[in-house]
Nanobody, 114 residues
Framework: QVQLVESGGGLVQAGGSLRLSCAAS????????MGWYRQAPGKQRELVAL???????NYADSVKGRFTISRDNAKNTVYLQMNSLKPEDTAVYYC????????WGQGTQVTVSS
């Protein structure tokens, strides 16, 4: 069993920054990829960013140039630095870890006020 614990969400004004963290613990041998998805009210969950164990990254077009994903493999932790936040970034952000199965965190709320 693998647990993911997220932190760092909150309320910020447009143009501001937040940093999300997600730490994985439990029965971990190797994590192939970690990342973040988000779900806004009335919308489907969408990919924000993913990072593999080798450091390759993938970003949603809507966050390219504003968000940066990074990873500390020794700590099984993934980070999402979010800059130049917009009201449309408001959503619940979910951490995910891809091992032999996919695991999800409980979600953390990010609210960007205009």
């Amino acid at each position: 069993q693998v647990q993911l614990v997220e932190s760092g969400g909150g309320l910020v004004q447009a143009g501001g920054s937040l940093r999300l963290s997600c730490a994985a613990s439990g029965s971990i041998f190797i994590i192939n990829a970690m990342g973040w998805y988000r779900q806004a009210p009335g919308k489907q969950r969408e990919l924000v960013a993913l990072i593999t164990s080798s450091g390759s990254t993938n970003y949603a077009d809507s966050v390219k140039g504003r968000f940066t994903i990074s990873r500390d493999n020794a700590k099984n932790t993934v980070y999402l630095q979010m800059n130049s936040l917009k009201p449309e970034d408001t959503a619940v952000y979910y951490c995910t870890a891809h091992l032999s199965s996919n695991y999800w965190g409980q979600g953390t709320q990010v609210t960007v006020s205009s």
